[in-house]
């Protein structure tokens, strides 16, 4: 008995101890960086509280029962208790209040988080296996994988899918909503201010389901316009001469175009539109940071880092000098 | 103290020593009543799923008003509403011992039963013909799925009857056992009220 | 293992069979011994064991799939398996746990205790019973034949369109026709156990008077009765898309891909009350008995079970609280949602107060079952915040939610069911287990458990999705991924103290009818008991009959031991008032049981019966028709999926054909008369073979 005694006390302060710790997490949901979020955090940080609380009561009179009542060798038999129906009631009525009190923000928090907000950036988020692609559609802009929105200004996301069921989720800025094919759910995300927020797909679309991450990147006002601006340019011709040109040549040669648009070269829509790929910190559903490295990674062999994706060479995989050129030719299309 | 004779299975046996059920109903009464309790749910489940397709398909495509014709579907409806009628009779007859009248309505009840397959087989390979199979479109999958599966039961519900008809001819269907028709009956009777609803549903309303 | 039979009397020895030539064709015998005994038993307790024992398998290899996972996630980017393996081993744990592991494991212990419980002989249909078993077993034989047929499903065990639509491949079909399979031996069962409850009841067993385990066993049956259905439909209209390519959940021809959802969430909140209800009915039983008190609130916790029942219908778009439904049904669902707690909130109250007061003893058992009421109020409080809608848009497809149902499924219903098996291991094999080890086994378990499941919650509040096969450095998750491992590889090892446990003790022993001094009518008889239960169908005057026929109370109420247990009440010539009619029930129990105590002048537990048997006790004879039954039913959907339609015709033939024999074999053979004599056939009892 003395024996369980200490194990349980044991247990009770390492699951305490353990539960105090924890790390700098990006994607977290308890740090938030938005309006949207912070209505959420602020709505389930006392319920959490309540849930602490009846936690202790309850656990601690499992605790109590288990220490008080144990069976002492001389004790008498215990008193036959079939019920009580005022505790009955109570413990019935209790909780039902204490819920009570919880629904009720929460279905005003439902509603307010329903409303559309004023003055948003309408983006359409076009969900694919295995990355994103954004619209925005009042402002002539399509790119891939990375959200840039201005700071303090709602983006008012439309969710589509052309395959199957993915989840947008950017846990510092705002809950998730599911994208489903043939519907056209609505959300939106406020940026506190300028930063780049990670999220993931959250809902299994697939092999590469774990590789579909999603980023939001937030800029002031003025800089998101000049981002616009940067996105509404034609495409960089690569000059003459240089190893851009040669990756250039690689890119039509190879066929890179008959999936993948760069305005005035091609009109391929199974991959991301790559006019101003050099100008995205991440690229692959932002599974890799935008560098030399990781993109010879990717170009030598897509499938292999990234299983069950669409990015399939007609002609099988590049050989190691393609892939070095058109390195340089992405790093030109700024 | 009387004799505990534990005898269960699909028969029930008069015996003086069977000890009395709680409910005062054989077990395998309450067994076809819950099955059917069961049955009420697939039935919802797949009439819902045609009721939340009907009017989705694009303008243009294949549609009940293209294909349905609903004279044709009232009398093969009839036909299997009369069934009942006739299972009813069968089971009149073994509760009244008259075994001859039995197989007549048992057999009369198969036959309609049959009937009506045959008629929906008919209707279906006419609706094949005029282009709608079951993968055309969102009416036509779930047309052909929730009147298959029906059908089903119902060529189920004739086999039953002709096997209990079977039984009866070689005698092995006595007085005693009227309880088995009954069964079989409810579970012909509830087939029928599901092609009610399905008819007025699918057909009926547009 | 036993096969409990009475010599063969010569005057009895049984007829030449009518018909059958062939040795193995014909019909088994009550003295059927061996393997083949066990193939072709109807008897239900051996049923029971065998879906207990099968269960326990799936339960090993569903947790071998979980520690592969853990490896897998135990660092970052790891590429210990690959990305299409990992997700086959997270959709076979999940769908092995839920349908081949709780879901038999139930039905096993419900199928062994239920008629013991109530007081009957067996079940209404023992064929039937046999049958459910034997689908189960083919069914999971089915599924996990996919391993080495193209690979094992690998869509979730929820199965979501389009996605599950269109995956290439056989994978998802083996999932969506193992499904069917199971779900034929969940119906047949619960449609068996029904009967068997609402029907069979021993005289003077009102609803009222029996024991909770079997009321919330039933409610689960009803539960599943009505909810198998609905996910039947849905796995056809799948299996009908992926091999007739009709539209159902075709996005391009107008379907809407939550169409699965609704059903199958219809299907699988029902089904998660299924998953509990059992474990907390043993939860129910254990209490009490190792706290020398009644259950607290008995009334409630029945309506609470059945308002549990009900509710959990009105609750099923929670899990789709993030799929596009709108601010309306969101609110409405999130209102069902918190409410559904009460009911659920006032058990585990009712569970703390069975104990207050009480005079508690720690057996295994009720380690495990103190263990469920902890384990399962965290699930239930974690359960609660996610119907706060805004913030479970946070919560769900996170490891936040895995967190949750790993509570109320393992630290609940696994350790309720460890519980049952713990308390009731003496019943079934006139056996006990060690409690040392049993302890060992509790500790480890509850350590490996919170340490496995606990960082859980930190993992998804720190935005760690679900099914991932892998995730980045940088994120924050990986020392809880560690943790989390490690406490993985702790509940194995306590699993194999248990599995130690009973291996060290599968000697008979001497355990006597009621080793835990216990308050229910299954400890009347031996252990393990007779192939007919009860020498004579108990008469029933109170709740807790066992107990009430052993203790009286004092005027404090507390217990006072009986000089005289009281026998067995006859039916003849009986003082005791029979039971008030259903609904009036007043206090527990029929006051003026004494006139029982005249019929008593000797000093037996037995006394007054034994004179009054010439007559012998008939018990339906077994039957292989199902078992051959069950195997059509794997050929017909081997023969769909690879689309060999002879094949698929054979196997209906073949399953019809069997239902036909089965139909026209009557339940007890005629030349089979194995003589159940009590007198006779309990001292035999005691002669076990291993």
Known sequence: ?334 | MSSVTATSGSHVEIDPGHPPTSTGLSNEKVAMWSFLGSECLLFGALISTYLLFKGQDEPGQISPVDVFDIPYTSVSSFVLLMSSLTMVLALAGIQRGDHRRTRIWLLTTALLGASFVAGQAYEFTVFVREGMNLRVNLFSSSFFVLTGFHGAHVTIGVLMLLSLFSLSLKGKLPTSKAETVELVGLYWHFVDIVWIVIFTLVYLIP | MAIVTPPRPEALAPEQPLHTPIRFLRRPTGYTKGVWGWMTTVDHKKIGIMYSATAFLFFLLGGLEALLLRVQLGAPDQTFLRADTYNQLFTMHGTTMIFLVIMPLSAGLANYLLPLMIGARDVAFPRLNALGFWVFLVGGLFMYSSFFLGGAPNGGWFGYVPLSRSIPGHNMDYWAFGLQILGIASLTGAVNLIVTVINMRAPGMSLMRMPIFVWMSLVAQFLLLFAIPIITVALFLLSFDRLFSTNFFNVSAGADPLLWQHLFWLFGHPEVYILILPAMGIVSEVLPVFSRKPLFGYQVMVFSGIAIGFMGWGVWAHHMFASGLGPVATSAFSASTMFIAVPTGVKIFNWISTMWKGKLTFTTPMMFAIGFVAMFTIGGLSGVTHGVVPADTQQTDTYYIVAHFHYVLFGGSMFGLFAGVYYWFPKFAGRLLDEKLGKLHFWLMFLGFNLTFGPFHILGLQGMPRRIYTYPEGRGWDVWNLVSTIGSFVIAASILVFMFNVWKNRKPQEVGDDPWDARTLEWTIPSPPPEYNFKEIPLVTSRDELWHRKYTEDEHGRSVRREVTEAQPTLAGTAVEPAPPEGHEGPDHVAGKAGTGDEHDGDGEHDGQAEEHEEHIHMPSPSYWPLVTSIGLPIICYGMIYKAWLVAILGGVWTLGSIYAWALEPATAPEDTPDHDPERGHDEAEAVHA
């Open chain 1, 1 to 334: 008995m003395r024996r369980n005694r200490r194990l349980a006390a044991l247990s009770a302060t390492l699951f305490l101890f353990l539960a105090a710790c924890a790390e700098n997490a990006p994607q977290d949901t308890l740090e938030p960086k938005g309006e949207v979020a912070r209505k959420i955090a602020d709505l389930i940080n006392p319920v959490f509280i309540v849930a602490g609380v009846v936690f202790l009561l309850v656990e601690g009179l499992i605790l109590l029962v288990i220490f008080k009542f144990r069976a002492k060798p001389d004790a008498p038999e215990p008193e036959q208790i079939h019920g009580n129906t005022r505790l009955e009631v109570g413990w019935t009525l209790a909780p039902a209040l204490v819920l009570l009190a919880v629904a009720v923000p929460t279905i005003a928090t439902i509603f307010d988080l329903a409303k559309k907000p004023d003055n948003a950036v309408n983006v359409t988020v076009v969900a694919r296996q295995f990355w994103w692609e954004y619209i925005y559609e009042d402002l002539g802009v399509v790119t891939a994988n990375e959200l840039r929105m201005p700071v303090g200004r709602a983006v008012e996301l439309k969710l589509n899918s052309i395959d199957v069921i993915h989840s947008y989720w950017i846990p510092p800025l705002g809950g998730k909503m599911d994208v489903v094919p043939g519907r056209d759910n609505r959300m939106h995300l406020v940026a506190d201010g300028p930063g780049e927020y990670l999220g993931q797909c959250t809902e299994f679309c697939g092999d590469s389901h774990a590789n579909m991450r999603a980023k939001a990147i937030a800029m002031p006002a003025r800089d998101f316009d000049a981002w616009v601006a940067e996105q509404k340019r034609p495409a960089v011709t690569a000059a003459a001469g240089t190893p851009a040109e040669e990756g250039f040549t690689v890119f039509n040669q190879r066929g890179c175009g008959s999936c993948h648009t760069v305005e005035g070269v091609s009109n391929g829509t199974i991959g991301p539109n790559l006019t101003h790929f050099a100008s995205r910190t991440s690229f692959a559903g932002s599974m890799f940071d935008n560098n030399d490295t990781n993109l010879r990674k990717w170009l030598s062999d897509p499938l292999g880092v990234k299983p069950g994706n669409k990015m399939i060479i007609p002609g099988g995989n590049l050989s190691p000098d393609e892939v070095t050129k058109l390195i340089a030719y992405m790093n030109s299309l700024r």
